[in-house]
């Protein structure tokens, strides 16, 4: 007898992505003036997470503003001036 039961494995699809804010739309240019998450300032900079906060600690880029304890944002300025000249940048300067 055939087993009518659903397999449970999903085969030649690729796995749903869970995005953090699905109503915020991607941006497709980094605006100048204002703040935004991680996810807004990922695609421009080409590092990871972890490389860019070990980068704020040794103050080699621009600093997050911690609003709460879940909302941390980048200033979009300061993350251009960190893009135009990422060997040089210095976060002190910057403020």
């Known amino acids: 007898m055939a087993s ?41 900079v080409g590092i990871s997470r972890e490389k860019w906060r070990q980068l704020v600690n040794e103050g080699k880029a621009p600093p997050p503003l911690r609003l709460t304890t879940r909302c941390t944002l980048y200033d979009f300025s300061a993350v251009h001036a960190w893009i135009a000249d990422p060997a040089n940048f210095n976060a002190k300067e910057a403020q």
Do not use: M, N, V, Y
Request: proline share 15%; charged share 25%.
């Open 4 to 44: 009518t039961a659903k397999s449970s494995t999903r085969t030649g699809t690729a796995p749903p992505t869970k995005a953090r804010h699905p109503s915020t739309p991607r941006l497709e240019r980094l605006p100048q003036l204002g703040r935004g998450r991680w996810q807004d300032i990922a695609p421009f």
